[in-house]
Every structure is written in C-alpha cells, then in structure tokens.
C-alpha cells in the first residue's frame, strides 16, 4: 500500500493534479497496483486529508512526547530520532508530529522505515500548503549528507 500512496503522491498530488478517484483508481491498477492497496491508499490519504482539516493545537509546547509501546515496535528508532531533529528546527510543530505518528501507525507494514516517515513527513506538509518546510524536509529527504539525528 506504501508504494502506492508514494507513486500516487509523485505522479499527481505533488503535480497538482487531481482526477477523481474512479479515474485514478484505474490508472493505479493499470500501473500495475494491486485494487486492496490502492483502497488502502485511499482510505489513508483521505485520513490524512481529514486530520489535516482538523483545528491545530499547535503552539509552544513545553512538555515531551512519550511514545506508547506499539509505535516504539513499529517506528523505528531512527524515524523517531528523524521526528525529533524536524521538531527541534521547528519543520514539525506538535499537531504535525502526531499526523505523521497517527498516519504512520495506518501503514499496515510491522515496521516503519527512515525513508517511509520522510515520506509520510513530505505528504502531511505538503498536504498543509507548508512549502518552505516541504523543500526543506525534500533536501533532507534526498541530500547524499544526512543530517545529524539527536
């Protein structure tokens, strides 16, 4: 299903182009896409559209986020490392960091990757009109030198 939402995120939503899902339901699996995924995909970027509707809390936090024991198990620590690096230089406030854990725990995978919440990072801003966050985050993303995780 990952594959999916990243190739329908490459291909249209990031173009700005937005068939209906009947049509794009389709051209997904003329591409070759399994038709379980793609309404796996569909049902989670429609959740992610729904959360992103939804009124922020973000502010000034000045507390911590402890991760429950099920997102320990299926974000990997890197991915948790890479969160915290884009709350620390303010690319992710908390509203934004729990969109990608929420969105990341849909995912039916065990684990979660570095690359995958990247991407998931890359689609909820992108999703929330946050441009300069989303090109920093893209250089983050594809840059040959990561950068330091703390």
């Excluded at 379980?36 to 936090?61: K, N, R, Y």
């Excluded at 991760?67 to 990997?76: F, G, L, V």
């Excluded at 490392?81 to 969105?103: G, H, T």
Aim: no cysteine; proline share 4%; charged share 25%.
């Amino acid at each position: 299903m990952f594959e999916v939402l990243v190739y329908m995120f490459e291909n249209y939503f990031e173009a700005d182009i937005r068939p209906d899902q009947s049509t794009l339901a389709k051209e997904l699996f003329a591409a070759g896409f399994d038709q379980q995924d793609i309404d796996g995909a569909f049902d989670w970027f429609d959740q992610l559209e729904a959360m992103t509707d939804q009124p922020s809390v973000a502010g000034h936090a000045t507390g911590f986020r402890v991760y429950t024991e099920p997102e320990t198990k299926k974000i990997s620590h890197e991915s948790l490392s890479f969160m915290m690096f884009l709350e620390q230089a303010n690319v992710l406030n908390p509203s934004q960091r729990e969109l990608v854990i929420d969105r990341a725990m849909a995912l039916p995978q065990s684990e979660i990757s570095l690359e995958e919440i990247r991407w998931i990072v890359l689609m909820a801003l992108w999703n929330q009109d946050k441009a300069s966050d989303y090109l920093f985050v893209e250089d983050a993303m594809f840059n040959e030198s990561r950068p330091t995780l703390h």
